[in-house]
């Protein structure tokens, strides 16, 4: 059904972009916890949809649907806000990872495979699957990598940052040109993986479908890549460059 200015109706526009509402729903939640219901992410991501409706305009120079995403996106993560992504538990034990794969990694002259991993760690190669498993969610950089260990919240204190000086700059692309680094020596399948994920823009069953293995694994494979980028750029216990405060946590391998 058609209005009288000859354009679809809304009801009829929340049916034609309810897939792309779902991809994207499917797409976060790689990198978010087991307990994140899609249903969840589906129905505020509805909102976003409703919302871009209500303020786009013609003429502006963008299309419907790249405006759209942003809004669906945006929503879904304004409903995610007032949560923890990752439970501190986790949290702790994904860092326990990283400095088992900095410690391996300065050993060996090479990234540790997971047997040897979970071998540093004391567990058996299974209950370390399961720690990555549950780990969804765990990502590249975290408020608290740039709050230095300050009391004072770090969105305000930083908020209104002004712009970047010449040596920020040159921090930064010192930080890009590392994480490119770690990407490159990641071990083959999580390279892929994130190639697939980030670039391709798939999800992780589609994925899995690739590389022929399960959701499940790749969800694994995807927690340990960002444990072995974290523990090369990130640093254990060593604070991100000035160059990205003032900012949201960032999305893994960007």
């Known amino acids: 059904m058609y209005t009288a200015q000859g354009v679809l109706a809304k009801e009829q526009l929340v049916s034609k972009y309810a897939p792309l509402v779902k991809r994207i729903a499917f797409h ?56 923890d992504w990752l439970p501190r538990g986790a949290r702790r034990e994904m860092r326990r990872v990283e400095a088992a794969i900095h410690k391996l990694e300065h050993e060996n002259g090479r990234q540790p495979s997971e047997s040897e991993l979970a071998a540093a760690l004391d567990l058996s190669l299974a209950d370390y699957q399961k720690l990555l498993q549950e780990a969804r969610g765990h990502q590249l950089v975290y ?32 930080t890009r040109q590392a994480l490119v680094k ?5 071990p083959e399948r999580e390279k892929m993986m994130m190639a697939l994920y980030y670039e391709q823009d798939l999800n992780l069953r589609e994925i899995g479908e690739v590389l022929g293995v399960t959701e499940s694994r790749v969800c694994q494979l995807h927690s340990q890549a960002i444990a072995r980028l974290r523990a090369t750029v990130v640093g254990e216990g060593k604070p991100v460059s000035k160059a990205r405060r003032g900012r949201k946590p960032a999305k893994a391998a960007t």
């Not at 939640?29 to 013609?58: C, H």
């Not at 120079?61 to 995610?80: C, K, N, P, S, W």
């Not at 770690?182 to 990641?186: G, N």
């Open 143 to 174: 408020l608290e990598d740039l709050s230095e260990g300050q009391d004072s919240d770090f969105l305000e204190r930083h908020g209104a940052a002004p712009g970047l000086d010449p040596l920020a700059m040159l921090e930064e692309a010192d």
């Open 182 to 186: 770690a990407i490159e020596d990641l």
């Open 28 to 83: 976060l939640m790689a990198k978010l916890p087991a307990s994140v219901e899609v249903d969840d992410l589906i129905q505020n991501g509805t909102i976003g949809l409703l919302d871009a409706m209500s303020r786009y305009e013609e003429g502006l120079g963008a299309q419907f649907e790249t405006y759209a995403v942003q809004r669906i996106r945006g929503a879904m993560l304004d409903g995610l806000r007032d949560n």
